[in-house]
């Protein structure tokens, strides 16, 4: 179920970005890696753990400024790729996630279901900078 969720929550992103005409626009998928990334800042702050907090917070660091770097100063396919691949990785961490990271606040469905939504938003960012 995670993944019919993780795909139709995809699809409503892209939607969304082709409706506000932002479906193009790398700082539109920048914006997305950033939401995404605070998630699990939020789920720390619910757990109430200082340490959990400061590791999510510095992952989320990261990936905001992957970002923010690409979507400011990133032009042409190159932005494009590393964008994607912020995203995927993203991705890749939602799945081993709980191998990384003990907070029982998360859902149990959360890391598929998000892992789901970064790869293909990631592999979406790729076709957009292949001309699609």
């Known amino acids: ?27 539109f998928y920048g914006t997305v ?5 605070l998630v699990y800042v939020l789920f720390a702050a619910m757990v109430g753990a200082p340490r959990i907090i400061v590791i999510e917070s510095a992952v989320a660091a ?6 923010v770097s690409v979507s400011r100063w ?3 396919r190159m932005a494009g790729v ?9 991705g890749a961490y939602d799945l081993v996630h709980s191998a990384l990271v003990t907070n029982p606040v998360v859902p149990g469905w959360w890391p598929l ?19 699609g």
């Open 74 to 76: 990133g032009r042409g």
């Open 33 to 37: 890696l950033i939401v995404i990334a």
């Open 113 to 131: 279901f998000c892992g789901v939504v970064d790869i293909l938003l990631g592999a979406w960012v790729i076709v957009l900078v292949r001309g």
């Open 1 to 27: 179920m995670e993944v019919i969720a993780g795909l139709i929550a995809t699809l409503a992103i892209i939607g969304l970005g082709s409706a506000t005409r932002q479906g193009r626009s790398l700082s």
């Open 62 to 67: 990261g990936f905001i400024g992957l970002a």
């Open 82 to 90: 590393l964008m994607a691949v912020g995203l995927a990785a993203h």
